[in-house]
């Protein structure tokens, strides 16, 4: 890998960098337009990680920050836990967008803020806060998913460096989440949730979950980083499913925003979605910028530090944007490949510590990787296996011995599946095949949620 | 190095970790009670840093955070960076925290805050608040602190794992420094300094230092944590220096906050002291378990991750305590290390990569470490070079040859000059020597403080 960015890629990350600077500089001319900030910082996040990647291969590899690609048949050693540098650029940059939705606003709104004479009117300020900006009561949540997020890339690098047991990586996410549950409990503190409809009559309009609601929200934010990190072994897969959820998530900020009603402007119902939206930007841009390295054949790996910032991203998304139930519509191929692997994290089938797709080196094609049962299962779980392997769409492959006995079965992972589904292929288009039905499904989840939401709740937030 | 705690230390360390869990949910029943709740979570704090540092030490080893330490016959392999171990401690007990300070004064002050029931009275809020609660306002600087030592840590441990260039590392707290910058800008903005009375009638009482002002904090916190990393290299030196400097800004706080006027109660200027406080408390405690093991003979080694954090942790304090002119007193040892060392630093004299004291294995003893001039130095140098050597009270040592050049001076730092003055002598008694000058001259730096402030300015804050 050589570290040297080529003429075509200095020339355009350049400009690039220098029509963002641009823009940025014009921003600070107007009133500040946070939203256009946020893009041109993006800008800049993909500049600086496309070329902190390259340049700092030969260091992470220096360090024993690497591992070897499996799927090739030369099996080359590449730099891993590149996740890393995304996440200390992502978090540089959204320090620096700090003063764009939040400065002006509170110099003006309080008193206390120094000789600066930018006066408002009390009109105003009750109900004409100018659209993208925040009032000040957000800058603690902002910081405090900063901290969730800073705590996460510590205890993932950690993760990498000391390789942590699996069942002490469950509880990473966890640790991380609790700066932001501490400033959720200090700064907010609401825990009602509104019931649906149907329910109404047994718990009336709003019910108070107390604690349930923090375990719920620790739950979440233990189940977008793990989940993310499950699904994962092929070049490219973990940064181009994060990248799906970002762009979905922000479709559906889009679609919110666009809907909001025009008065009282701006609808309180649009901070989080633009909350949302400032952090998706950038991770965004880190991701592309990563993506790049990392795609068939990749040049660099993820790490688990990537899988965790990535989820965090957006468990923090969801929870601080008060819409985790959206959120988890975005994760339906991450839910159903956890429900599928249960099987074999709970030891109910045998679990090999790595689970990905078998690389063929005589036909450089992936096939689906098979657990060896050293032991016949019983006779509940062979037929079982029997069934699933034999239904018109199989849910897994089996090879029997002469006498009927399950000697393996393919390892619970959707991407076996889809080999077991589809046959061998090579491993881009094994991720491009996951990650379009991926898509698809995300599309049409968010569809349904916005066509139905009033089914079973009173108004939606687009209304 | 046994990963095992002995019955002593188990048993003590769990009665401590017992007494202290007590104490914290009692605060609960009362009012809460933020600095005795402060003392128990640093009780807790000092008990899992020191098993931690027990426990993880092979783990390092093995994931190559590790440096032998040639000052000993055998030169023992230890595990290295342990300083991150305290610094995660440290920061997950602060987050922990947050809600003791915070918590009731904001349910109780807005209404935004939910269902709780609290009332205060209009007088309370004007001018009662309980002591040792803070305003809804400070939770933004306390979190940007927060930000800005998970910072130092993340690059602390790059810097450890990456070994980065000399003239790179210096920027490291600066970066760092920056969301501690960012939220000053945003939430606070005051850059008006107390003019000294001499110079009233050229600038008026106060200036308004603008941009400077950001400059000045950025260079307090560049300062802090480096000059703690070059008077370095014995062992227990770095971990001791910082405890005497976090005591002496205790008793700083402890006298501000003591002589501070009883009414209005509480006065505006015991928010920062408490501010300190919260800050310097867990600091000790995670300290001094670091200290037990870093202390002669060395098990362990502390990393730059520790002197960073250290630093990072005396500039917060300082800068958004407003008291930094205050700080740079408690650090005039590192001061006058930094100037001494300034020649070899700015290659006026040359500069080996390590300039600890020699280790002599003959005798057990330190000795200070030469720089060989392999050019003797120019004419003007020699003459200083020998006018210095021969002072009474020498300031540095040389050795010539038999035409009088100069072909060795000894390396320019504190602990060297130490070893100059008082002859060689074992590291711990080096250490101990050093440490209490320190406290001395700490001591009568803050008693001239607070008894010359007013020859300078109108009035001082402990008044």
Known sequence: MSIILSRAETLSLLSLSIACSGVLASTFKGDGEPLIASLAFSGIAFACTYCLIQWLGPSFIHAGLKGRDMSKSRKPEIPETMGAVCAVVYLLILIFFIP?????????????????????????????RVLHRFPHSKLASYLSALLSLQSVVILGIADDLFDIRWRHKLFIPAVASIPMLVVYLVDYGVTNVVVPVQLERYFGTMIDLGWVYYAYMAAVAIFCPNSINILAGINGIEV???????????????????????????????DPHLFSIYLLLPFIAVSLALWWHNWYPAKVFVGDTYCYFAGMVFAIVGILGHFSKTLLLTFIPQIVNFLYSAPQLFRIVPCPRHRLPRFNSRTGLMEPSVTTWHRPPGKILTAVLKVLASLPIPLLAIKKDDRGNVISSTNLTVLNLWLVWFGPQREDKLATGIIGAQFLVGIVALFTRHKLALLVFREDNRQ
Chains 1, 2 share one sequence.
Do not use: C, W
Not at 102 to 116: C, L
Not at 241 to 269: K, R, T
């Open 100 to 128: 764009f939705p939040f400065y002006k606003d509170i110099v003006a709104a309080t008193s206390g803020g120094g000789s600066r004479d930018v006066t408002v009117s009390h009109e105003q300020l009750a109900s004409g």
């Open 240 to 270: 181009s499913q994060s990248l799906v959820i970002a762009v979905l998530l922000l479709m559906n900020d889009g679609l919110s925003l666009y809907a909001a009603p025009a008065a009282p402007y701006p609808h309180p119902a649009t």
